[in-house]
């Protein structure tokens, strides 16, 4: 599969660019306040400034063009050049940051210089609306870790591309990130999508390549949706939509709804991010609230049990008469004889006639994770009905 760029360098890629302040600044003044305070900031990390070919103003915007800067994240290397980079209604911020009425950049390119990642990001463009943009001084105390991408309310970017050479190439046509409510520095309510991941032959392997073609696809694109609303007082997190879908393939669907992920909750998962087994414990005390998931076939299905059925030479038919017919066998391991009979059930008639299957989960009162964890090792049979489990097939 393609390769990525480090996490420092895809986030300088796909956001803003904050990056370090030494006290001697690589880059000659500009004469704007508001483009040195955006070029401070962008040297804010491991960065620096090596040149840019203009600054104008005009009203209150400020237009920096030919922006070039090297990044140095130790071992990680890369080059970023920004064509053109427009801040509306910049103002320099009491603590040092910037805020503008909008960040706009055109033409940004990414490339990474590691000799065993030869990976290049670029977007035709970055529209950021109402951002602010951290001091320098704060930047370089968090290392460009907690920094590195600025508050704002939305977030476009088009025409991504990422180019690993020999490795694949993935074009995305647009991404579209909304925050709608803030608690401090962390967002709280927001949306995402993601359209038009385009993935080819050339992006795969052989064995992946092999699989897609099986399938009858020379190509395949996907496309993501999320939308959140987390209350970081009481702990409440409802991921009310989460949406996969690929064209000429089919659509997943699911929702989450949990409760005790609280402020300090988060910041202790944060700090256990290399410690399994904290966080496992961390999350046990979280409870399920609801979990629904559901698959809308558009054709994906029909593609699976055709090659399926090829490969055990036999027709269609009589495939998924031997699959559902094999369905309570294989299900008997679950030793709840009323669930099984539901999910046989829903199972046999989504393969006779792929429609759309959903599972939901919607227990009498929130679950603990650590009783769905024991439960799971001690009585699998129970936990359909602890979490109130339904399996259906071909319904609106």
Known sequence: ?????????????????LVLAPPAL??????????????????????????YDGVTQSGETVTISGLRSSIDEGSAKSRLTIRETTIAGGVLTDEGGLSAASLTMGGVNIENLDEDEDVTVSAESIVISDPVLASPAAV??????????????????????????????VPVSRVVAVIDTMDGGL????????????ITA?????????ALSDLGYESLTLSFQMEADWKPDTGELAIDRLTLSGENA????????INGLTREVLEQLDAAQDSPEQAMGLMQGLLVESVSLRIDNDSIV???????AK???????????????????????????????KVAGAATAFLKDPKSLSASAMPAAPVPFAQILGTAMMAPQSLPDILGVTITANQD
Not at 302 to 308: A, G, K, T
Not at 326 to 341: G, K, T, V
Request: proline share 4%; hydrophobic share 40%; glycine share 8%.
């Open 202 to 210: 050339d992006t795969l392997d052989d064995e992946e390549r092999k």
């Open 1 to 17: 599969m393609i390769k990525t760029l480090s996490r420092p360098a895809l986030a300088l890629a796909l956001a803003c660019p």
């Open 140 to 169: 370089k105390a968090s290392n460009g870790a907690d920094a590195i991408t600025p508050t704002y309310s939305r977030a476009e970017l088009t025409n991504i591309v990422i180019d690993a050479n020999d490795d694949g190439r």
């Open 302 to 308: 029909d593609r699976v049990l055709e090659n399926q």
């Open 26 to 51: 690589a880059f000659d003044a500009t004469g704007s306040d508001v483009a040195d305070r955006f070029l401070e900031i962008v040297e804010a990390g491991n960065a620096t400034v090596s040149g």
């Open 311 to 341: 490969e055990a030479g036999a027709t269609r038919e009589v495939f998924v008469e031997q699959l559902t017919g094999a369905l309570p066998f294989m299900l008997s391991m679950l030793n709840n004889a009323e669930f099984q009979a």
């Open 187 to 198: 967002p709280t309510s927001g949306s995402i999508s993601v359209e038009g991941i385009e």
């Open 250 to 257: 089919g659509t997943l669907n699911a929702a989450l709804r």
